[in-house]
C-alpha cells in the first residue's frame, strides 16, 4: 500500500542497514527479530520500515514542541 516509490526506497535503506548490521540500533533489532519468528522477508523489512517511521515521527514532534 502506498506510494511505490516511497516504498521502495524504504525497502533499499532496510537493505543497507541489514548490510551495515549496526548492533545498537532499534530498528535493526525489531528486523532481526522479526526475521527470526519467521516472518517472510518482505513482511520483516515492511515491518522495519514501519517501526523507523514512528520512531522518526515521535522524535520530529519532539522538536516542534
Known sequence: ??????R???FEVMQALKLSKPQNDPVYLFMIKKEQEGKPY???KMAAVNKFLRIYY??????YK
Request: hydrophobic share 50%; proline share 6%; aromatic share 0%.
Open 1 to 6: 500500500r502506498g506510494n511505490p516509490a516511497l
Open 58 to 63: 515521535a522524535r520530529a514532534m519532539e522538536l
Open 8 to 10: 521502495k526506497a524504504c
Open 42 to 44: 518482505n513482511v520483516a
